[in-house]
């Protein structure tokens, strides 16, 4: 606009001057011409104002508008939400079936990670409850060794424990189940015949329970370095054949292991089991079974050191459960034979086993103790679930869906 103004101007000036000395004009028409020049000139100036006020006055309203929200952001503070107070969970389930100096122990730290286990649908329904049984000889006629059976009993209490719903399975199983809550059927048993034996004493006593209901067994293999060439083949037949499972009994047959035990004899027991096992077998054995019931602190320590995850004493404290192993932090004068396992600290590498003749009376037991156990889960499930919910859903999240 004032470009256009100014060469308009200019054209005048010009045109004026000429005028003036080729026309000689009249000094009205001089007038009159520099009067137009004025007053654009006047328009100009008064022009220049309005259009920087109005320019300012564009600039300035963003801001005062600006000014006016934030103040308004600044008055209406958002809704504060209460943190959710977790609730206090509840003591660990108790049996009246126990011995009252047998008080069941946890073995996982991790709160979060047992409950996110525990209520895992696709895990091991709460309650589901596991008999270890301890077996030596199986007899024709009278029992000749502590722990042994009669044949006749032993059919007697296979039958009453496929009769009440239970169902065996192997060391890995149980180790799954015990670490990790993987399922198993809610009433199984681990059947362990310590010692050596020969191919004939597994398929005359078990191989039925194994083609009929797909029972395994578990042997504890003692690795005597004098076994017989034929013994060792007709086990690892077995091994080979996926349902006589062995598993470790130490190396020098009558070796009885405790805190007093030498670095020597400790580490030949149990190394020893898993370089014979690595040869013959061609596997690490899971599990150690303690020759003789006997165990202390430093073996134990040792053998999770090797890498065992399982142990098995020859104390009957009663069934177990995913983090649920009852024992025993003091000695029982009434059962001086049980070694006190709860101080130790560990207890899958310290777990009790029932003996032959206890069984059959002790199924009713452990069939009410189950559950008892699932009721009690099911009486506290919602304060569990929303305890992990407060706590552990932001570091483990959600528990996994049906």
């Known amino acids: ?64 508008s600006s000014i006016t929200n934030t103040a308004l952001i600044a008055t209406v503070e958002p809704t504060q939400i209460p943190p959710r107070t977790p609730p206090e969970l509840p003591a660990i389930y108790q049996s009246k079936y126990l011995n009252p100096l047998d008080m069941p122990h946890t073995y996982i730290e991790d709160v979060c990670q047992y409950l996110r286990n525990r209520w895992n649908p696709a895990g091991a329904q709460p309650g589901a409850v596991v008999m270890i049984i301890m077996i030596h000889g199986v007899y024709k006629g009278p029992v000749e060794q502590s722990g042994g059976i009669n044949v006749g009993d032993l059919a007697t209490m296979m039958e009453q424990l496929h009769k009440q719903g239970f169902d065996a399975i192997d060391t890995k199983q149980f180790l799954a189940f015990m670490e990790r809550n993987i399922k198993i059927p809610a009433r199984s048993v681990l059947i362990i015949q ?25 042997n504890g293999w003692q690795s005597q370095p004098d076994t ?6 007709e086990n690892i037949t077995l091994e080979n054949e996926g349902w006589v499972d062995h598993q470790a ?24 089991s898993i370089d014979a096992f690595a040869q013959r077998y061609g596997k690490t054995p899971l599990a150690f079974i303690w020759p003789g019931g006997g165990f ?18 020859s104390n009957s404290r009663g069934p177990v459960m995913y983090n649920w192993v009852p024992q025993a ?9 049980f070694i006190p396992e709860g101080n130790i600290g560990d207890p899958l590498m310290t777990l009790p086993r029932y003996w032959p003749y206890q069984v059959v009376d002790a199924i009713d037991q452990v069939r009410i103790m189950g559950n008892e156990a699932a009721a009690y889960a099911q009486a506290n499930k919602a304060i569990e679930l929303e305890y992990y ?11 996994p869906s049906p």
């Open 1 to 64: 606009m004032i470009y256009y103004v100014a060469s308009f101007l200019s054209d005048e000036i010009s045109f004026t001057i000429h005028f003036m000395q080729n026309q000689k004009s009249s000094l009205y028409y001089i007038v009159f011409r520099i009067a137009i020049f004025l007053a654009i000139i006047f328009l100009l100036i008064s022009c220049a104002p309005f259009a920087n006020t109005s320019a300012i006055s564009t600039k300035e309203t963003p801001k005062a």
């Open 194 to 218: 310590d010692d050596r034996h020969q191919a004939d004493n597994f398929n005359k006593n078990f191989r039925d329970y194994w083609e009929n209901w797909g029972w395994p067994i578990v």
């Open 228 to 233: 017989p060439e034929s013994l060792w083949q």
């Open 249 to 272: 009994q130490g190396v020098m047959i009558g070796t009885f292991m405790t805190d007093d035990s030498s670095k020597a004899v400790i580490t030949r027991e149990l190394q020893g």
């Open 296 to 313: 202390g602190y430093r073996p134990v320590l040792a053998a999770r050191q090797l890498g065992y995850q399982l142990g098995f004493t």
């Open 329 to 337: 932090n003091e000695e029982d004068p009434k059962r001086p034979s």
């Open 389 to 399: 919910d407060i706590v552990c859903a932001p570091t483990h999240g959600p528990l």
